[in-house]
């Protein structure tokens, strides 16, 4: 037996260490490329793994806002052969102008593919409604509220405010209507005049959508487009939805006019379920709390009551 170990560095506890380390580094590295791998294959996969067809459940619920993942799944549940029909189920007062624009586009391109229904829940207002109308058949509860088809700016003057605190803010702006209007004065007539431009434009989009899906002439169409809510009995005889009911009701129609086979497992694909977000949990419970008192950025299609 040698005096002398034939590899000494071995010996050495910290090159022992190292030595594990690379080791251990060597499997994270293959363990993450393999992660890689495999959720790069999952963009081409189905959307859901079961035996046979599905009919898929989209919530659309709260406040609505662009969300890239939901565009992006939407994008896919078109392309799915596993999903025979999509029923959208909302619940929810609007949002930003661009979100319902958003969303009523991702629905298009589904029902471009397969059948899509909507049922509204207690709600489906403003930028929801938008969304509901992608559909080629919507359904309400008798006592849903509907409607509330328009676009507004909201502007909060706190100038009295800040100068009893003795606050004064100030900039320089490259023209008269840049980052206006400022929170600490009231809408000048030239910034009005702008602001009511962009609102105009933004509401003629949102008629013109309505009237196309829904076949209405002009004078159907000014009949509801004042803001006014409706209930869903109300919005039934206007033709902003085609029967009451719920998602029984919607199965049947897919059944019934689309070839669907009732007895399809229904499945829930968004929101995804990844678990709670506390933070969304938060600032939902906020503007459910505070009303109106949260601002939304952009042109906003949003429908809540008014307190005193």
């Given at each position: 037996?040698p005096?002398v170990?034939?590899n000494?560095?071995?010996?050495?506890?910290?090159?022992?260490?190292?030595?594990?380390?690379?080791?251990?580094?060597?499997?994270?590295?293959?363990?993450?490329?393999?992660a890689?791998?495999?959720f790069?294959?999952?963009?081409?996969?189905?959307?859901?793994?079961?035996p046979?067809?599905?009919?898929a459940?989209?919530?659309?619920?709260?406040?609505?806002?662009?969300?890239?993942?939901?565009a992006?799944?939407?994008?896919?549940l078109?392309?799915?052969d596993?999903?025979?029909?999509?029923?959208?189920?909302i619940?929810?007062?609007?949002g930003?102008?661009a979100g319902?624009?958003?969303?009523?586009?991702?629905?298009?391109?589904?029902?471009?593919?397969?059948?899509?229904?909507?049922?509204?829940?207690?709600?489906?207002?403003?930028?929801?409604?938008?969304?509901a109308?992608a559909?080629?058949?919507?359904?309400?509860r008798?006592?849903?509220?509907?409607?509330?088809?328009?676009?507004?700016?909201?502007?909060?003057?706190?100038?009295?405010?800040?100068?009893?605190?003795?606050i004064?803010?100030?900039?320089?702006?490259?023209?008269?209507?840049k980052?206006?209007?400022?929170?600490?004065?009231?809408?000048?007539?030239?910034?009005?005049?702008?602001?009511?431009?962009?609102?105009?434009?933004?509401?003629?989009?949102?008629i013109?959508?309505?009237?196309?899906?829904r076949?209405m002439?002009?004078q159907?169409?000014?009949?509801?487009?004042?803001?006014?809510?409706?209930?869903g009995?109300?919005?039934?005889?206007?033709?902003?939805?085609?029967?009451?009911g719920g998602?029984?009701?919607?199965?049947?129609?897919?059944?019934?006019?689309?070839?669907?086979?009732?007895?399809?497992?229904?499945v829930?694909?968004?929101?995804?379920q990844?678990?709670?977000n506390?933070?969304?949990?938060?600032?939902s419970?906020a503007f459910?709390?505070?009303?109106?008192?949260?601002?939304?950025?952009?042109l906003?299609?949003?429908?809540?009551?008014?307190?005193p």
């Amino acid at each position: 037996m040698p005096l002398v170990d034939d590899n000494p560095v071995e010996t050495i506890p910290v090159t022992r260490s190292l030595r594990r380390s690379r080791g251990r580094w060597r499997i994270f590295a293959f363990l993450a490329l393999a992660a890689a791998v495999f959720f790069a294959l999952a963009r081409y996969l189905p959307l859901f793994e079961q035996p046979g067809q599905a009919i898929a459940r989209v919530t659309i619920s709260g406040t609505i806002a662009t969300d890239p993942d939901r565009a992006a799944l939407l994008s896919r549940l078109a392309e799915d052969d596993t999903i025979s029909a999509v029923v959208v189920a909302i619940n929810s007062p609007g949002g930003t102008t661009a979100g319902g624009e958003e969303l009523y586009d991702s629905l298009r391109e589904i029902a471009e593919q397969k059948p899509l229904v909507s049922t509204i829940g207690e709600l489906g207002a403003s930028a929801a409604y938008m969304g509901a109308i992608a559909s080629d058949h919507i359904l309400a509860r008798n006592l849903s509220i509907v409607g509330s088809i328009g676009v507004y700016y909201q502007h909060v003057d706190a100038g009295k405010l800040f100068d009893t605190i003795g606050i004064d803010l100030d900039k320089v702006a490259s023209g008269p209507l840049k980052s206006e209007p400022d929170f600490d004065e009231p809408i000048t007539p030239q910034i009005r005049v702008a602001l009511e431009d962009l609102v105009d434009s933004s509401f003629q989009y949102f008629i013109d959508l309505v009237a196309e899906r829904r076949g209405m002439n002009g004078q159907q169409i000014q009949a509801v487009v004042d803001g006014r809510i409706l209930s869903g009995t109300m919005a039934l005889e206007a033709g902003l939805i085609d029967a009451t009911g719920g998602e029984r009701e919607a199965i049947q129609w897919l059944a019934a006019e689309q070839g669907v086979d009732p007895d399809l497992p229904v499945v829930d694909v968004w929101p995804l379920q990844t678990g709670p977000n506390w933070l969304d949990f938060i600032l939902s419970r906020a503007f459910g709390d505070l009303g109106n008192g949260l601002p939304l950025d952009g042109l906003v299609s949003l429908w809540h009551p008014h307190g005193p």
